[in-house]
């Protein structure tokens, strides 16, 4: 008599982890990002303080329960290239922030899940019906509608946001191929690794002391939202299942609109809006086909 309600329970914790990391902690983390970029801080050091705090914050919270045998992986060839894609994906997502308005960016990098789709059948040996290749196609369509001709978005940060997705979605198929090889707190350590080592080799050449105490709290904030955000994911995963709490993910659309309203005065239009809407309504046919199916690539599209 009590399975049922424990479950329910154990659902709305998840979907409330979720939601808590997709409308307010990642829309302020890149809400930060770009205000630091606009303070004409570097891209190196801003990467580098988010690097080192976020570290600090995976070791503080892993460590305690797993020990240094965390550190020790099965596959540490494949985390390193894992941690390159991601560290490529953060490197182009960041650059597209300091060109592109938050919202905008946001939307079109959720075609990082459609990708992955795409990228599970010759990486994975995943099957893939025509449903779904029709639904990444519409997904797409969404993207170019975000990035029409004649639109506010420029050529060139159009290709960074769709190489940022890409290197996303094979940083995604990676962390499929390794959860069977490593436990996924040493995953989520090794994560941000050459982030930390490319950015600390650099960051001496890139340094500028933050001049306002506002731009410290930044710099720390990006580290510190980045390792609760994805203590949240991995909460949120925890207690309910993928198809259950993955679509609450685009609550990050709602999140972006409304930082980037609040604190840089963007205006979202509609072709904007309804672009967005063809790559959630894909993605979310995906999320329930992959459900269906036993799958689980779900709709995390995040840095």
């Not at 069977?180 to 995953?187: K, L, S």
């Not at 259950?244 to 005065?265: E, K, N, R, S, T």
């Not at 904007?272 to 709709?299: C, D, F, K, N, P």
């Amino acid at each position: 008599m009590t399975t049922v309600p424990a479950r329910l329970d154990d659902s709305l914790r998840g979907i409330l982890f979720m939601c808590l990391t997709a409308i307010v902690v990642f829309p302020l983390l890149n809400a930060l990002v770009k205000y630091l970029l606009a303070a004409d801080y570097s891209i190196v050091q801003v990467m580098w303080m988010r690097s080192v705090v976020h570290m600090a914050w995976m070791l503080a919270l892993f460590l305690p329960y797993g020990g240094l045998r965390l550190l020790r992986s099965n596959r540490p060839g494949l985390q390193l290239v894992r941690s390159s894609l991601q560290f490529v994906a953060l490197v182009l997502y960041i650059i597209a922030l300091s060109h592109v308005k938050l919202t905008a960016v946001t939307m079109a990098f959720f075609t990082a899940p459609l990708m992955v789709v795409a990228l599970s059948v010759p990486m994975l040996g995943e099957r893939v019906g025509p449903r779904r290749w029709a639904a990444v196609a519409v997904g797409f369509a969404g993207a170019a509608v975000i990035f029409r001709p004649g639109g506010e978005v420029i050529h060139w940060s159009f290709l960074l946001v769709l190489g940022a997705a890409a290197a996303y979605a094979l940083f995604q198929i990676q962390t499929r191929q390794l959860a069977a090889e490593d436990d996924y707190r040493t995953t989520a350590i090794y994560t941000i690794v050459v982030a930390l080592v490319g950015t600390t080799a650099a960051g001496p050449f890139f340094w500028t002391w933050p001049a306002e105490l506002a731009h410290w709290a930044a710099f720390i904030g990006l580290g510190l939202l980045g390792g609760f955000g994805h203590f949240c994911v991995i909460k949120a995963y925890e207690y309910g299942r993928a198809s259950v709490v993955g679509p609450f993910d685009y609550g990050q659309l709602i999140g972006a609109a409304l930082i980037g309203f609040l604190w840089f005065g963007e205006i979202v239009d509609l072709w904007t809006w309804l672009g967005a809407g063809l790559i959630v309504a894909s993605g979310l046919y995906i999320a329930r086909r992959e459900a269906m199916q036993g799958g689980g690539l779900g709709t995390k599209a995040r840095l």
